[in-house]
């Protein structure tokens, strides 16, 4: 138990799974407060039972603007301010080639990627303004940096994601407010598996399915995991980061630090998913 966010407050949106759920294990361990806001009730109410006074879930659509005023509102209420903002949920939104993609799962992809993170600004951004302190943190994704690492609405949002971090960071600077993103790589998290409506169990185990295959995406050879990103997130919302504003921060195991050899033929996402398919359905 260490104490690098005693006394904060932080909420974290798509705080019941992956990396989320991995931040709000390392941010109670470190002293903060911790308001949960996420779409999986059953989840956030298992939470609250294990995790004691320290934690609170609030029931959020992060592309519901009256969700997230209700996330920020909820957690002013019961713990009387706002640290840290951490717009984190996501999923791997609308696939398909660009001729044939979905107009509505377009609008709700951007809804819940970039709308989603929007919000969680502009309801924080005020009562951080009051307190004169605050550290909004947002997840991107190496897919937001380079081409290729995802789908095309997803990748689209999560640059606007990364860019927002600094624009915002423009703004807020003289409020005391700082902003930055998170670029993770591969993290062994149920999110693979959001596209195959598998439920909340087997998309668990999904993860682990996928973690000696995200071993072989970059030079360091294992899969990420939420803790990775968790750190990453605790050193942005802890006092250790005052200075750092602005900033796109990669954790990808240096994945994007430039192309391996052999790396052509180390995921195959859809083999990947067809074989644990193959596996669930006969176990
Ligand atoms: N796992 C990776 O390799 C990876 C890589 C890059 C970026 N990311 C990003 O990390 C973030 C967390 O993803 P993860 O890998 O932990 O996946 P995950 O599926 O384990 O967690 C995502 C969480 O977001 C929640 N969520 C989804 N839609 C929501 C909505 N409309 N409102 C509120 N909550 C919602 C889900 O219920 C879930 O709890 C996402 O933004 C994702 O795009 C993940």
């Not at 939104?93 to 970039?114: A, C, K, N, R, Y």
């Given at each position: ?236 919302a802890s006092d250790a980061s005052t200075f750092v504003t602005g900033q ?36």
């Amino acid at each position: 138990m260490g104490e690098r966010l005693k006394d904060k407050v932080a909420v974290i949106t798509g705080g019941t799974s992956g990396i989320g759920r991995g931040t709000v294990d390392l941010f109670l361990a470190e002293g903060a407060k911790v308001v949960v806001g996420d779409v999986q009730e059953h989840r956030g109410e298992e939470m609250t039972l294990t995790l004691g006074d320290n934690f609170s879930y609030c029931q959020t659509d992060v592309s519901q603007e009256a969700d997230v005023k209700n996330l920020v509102d909820h957690t002013v209420e019961k713990f009387g301010r706002v640290d840290c903002m951490f717009n984190n949920a996501g999923f791997g939104g609308v696939g398909g080639q660009l001729d044939e993609i979905d107009m509505d799962g377009f609008d709700t992809s951007v809804g819940v990627l970039l709308k989603g993170v929007f919000l969680g600004y502009k309801y924080a951004v005020p009562v951080m303004k009051k307190q004169g302190s605050g550290s909004i943190i947002s997840t991107a994704s190496v897919a937001g940096l380079q081409a290729g690492f995802g789908p095309q609405v997803y990748s689209a949002c999560k640059a606007a994601v990364a860019h927002l971090a600094k624009t915002a960071a423009l703004e807020l600077g003289e409020f005391n407010i700082r902003s930055n993103a998170i670029c993770p790589g591969g993290i062994a998290t149920p999110i693979f598996a959001s596209a195959l409506e598998l439920g909340a169990n087997a998309a668990d185990e999904f993860a682990e399915f996928m973690k000696p295959r995200l071993a072989k995406l970059q030079p360091v050879a294992r899969s990420g995991v939420p803790n990775d990103i968790a750190e990453m997130a605790l050193f942005l919302a802890s006092d250790a980061s005052t200075f750092v504003t602005g900033q796109i921060i990669a954790v990808d195991g240096g994945l994007t630090a430039g192309r391996m050899r052999g790396l052509s033929d180390a995921v195959n996402f859809e083999e990947t998913i067809n074989e644990f398919l193959s596996t669930h359905q006969s176990s």
